[in-house]
């Protein structure tokens, strides 16, 4: 029997001592912050909720965001010398959200990717179609001893109609990030019902909230999920902290 009014709880209240593995905070490299002070803004909110952890993750995608690891360094160099001047005791590190494009195997036979806790790699693709290239990028990124992240899979329509996909690219080894946002409809419906999906399948690996701006935070603030998806979010939630922290 449906339990129409199943009491539903805020999500907020259960990220304390997350470590945010994506995120655009870093200022004016990519869609994320343009400033540093909306960068603070945003640790603020974070530390307001016990989130003090973050990996900041700029686009690298070729002909749109071609940042390097000279300007993601210095923006964060920029955003570390802002934060020291507050009272804020967040801890932020740098690493890249990388598109797999015509580019992406090039930065890594140049070692020009940027890892996260240097074995990890986060990568993503076009929400209108695969990367061509895909399967031949992750084998290059398993030669080049990393392990692929793969950002937000639920996002990707494409694979929502043929969702065994999911299951064929945990064979190859890669990993899957959720997006904190997709499990309530800010994404679309579509989206939340194969994230949760992904959750009751125990296909997801890490949670992040790629949070680019104070809208979307507030969004967060304002998600409320069943007691089911808890239970199944808190270990990815517990997962994520035990290997970023």
Known sequence: MLHFFERKRFLIDYLHGLVDIH??????????AKTAEES?????QF??????????????????????????????????????STALDSKIEYAAEHMI????????????????????????????????NFDIAIEKIAKHSYFPILAHPERYIYFHKQYGTYSNLKTKGILFQLNLLSLGDYYGKEIQQVAEKLLKDKIVDYVGTDIHNMRQFSAIKELKISNNTLKLLLPIIENTILNFY
Do not use: R
């Open 23 to 32: 995120n655009h905070i870093l200022p004016g490299i990519d869609d994320g």
């Open 40 to 44: 603070i803004e945003l640790i603020q």
């Open 47 to 84: 530390s307001n909720y016990g989130i003090k952890s973050l990996i900041c993750t700029p686009h690298i995608m070729h002909g749109y965001y071609d940042n390097t690891a000279k300007t993601i360094k210095n923006s964060f160099e920029i955003l570390q010398k802002e934060l020291a």
């Open 101 to 132: 494009d015509d580019n992406f195997e090039a930065l890594l036979d140049k070692k020009e990717v940027m890892p996260l806790k240097k074995d990890y790699l986060l990568i993503e693709m076009s929400y209108l179609q695969p990367s061509f």
